[in-house]
């Protein structure tokens, strides 16, 4: 039995538009086949040209959807929403260990959807809690997110 030649797999380098003019190429030759146009080849061709048409539809189709993606910039959008989901976790948790008066100011900046905390110039309140303005609290679309 004779080994095929390998250098076929050089398709898989080939852009998406041109996988998607093979995929054409060889839905058109089945269509011609099919109006008469064109007569019926032997099956091993069917076979060779049916696979060449998955094979390269798949690679087109492939090839558009990691357009798409990167043009929607999903996965930024994907890693900005876990590292909200995070911010917030990590603030749920340290609810527990804040002082009366960091939950008192946190409460204020929620209550008044307020993203900074003005205050007197030496910090006021927060200053009573040298914590509070070391732990980085910050409002962050609707919910107040910490920063470790």
């Known amino acids: ?12 380098k080939a852009s998406g538009w041109q996988t998607f003019a093979i995929a054409l190429a ?14 019926k080849p032997p099956d091993w061709v069917t076979l060779f040209v ?19 993606f990167q043009f929607l910039n999903v996965r930024g959008y994907v890693v900005e929403l876990v590292q909200r989901r995070g911010e917030r976790k990590a603030l749920a ?9 960091e939950r008192e100011i946190l409460g204020y900046l929620l209550a008044r959807n307020q993203k900074t905390l003005v205050g007197d110039q030496d910090g006021g309140k927060a200053i009573v809690s040298h ?7 910050r409002r962050k679309e609707g919910c107040a997110s910490r920063h470790d």
């Open 93 to 101: 948790a340290y609810i527990p260990h804040m002082t009366a008066i």
């Open 26 to 39: 060889s839905a058109l030759f089945f269509v011609g086949i099919h109006v008469g146009l064109l007569p």
């Open 50 to 68: 049916g696979f060449a048409f998955l094979l390269c539809a798949a690679l087109a189709l492939t090839g558009l959807v990691s357009s798409l």
């Open 131 to 137: 914590t509070f303005l070391s732990e980085d609290f």
């Open 1 to 12: 039995m004779a080994v095929p030649d390998p250098r076929w797999l050089e398709i898989l």
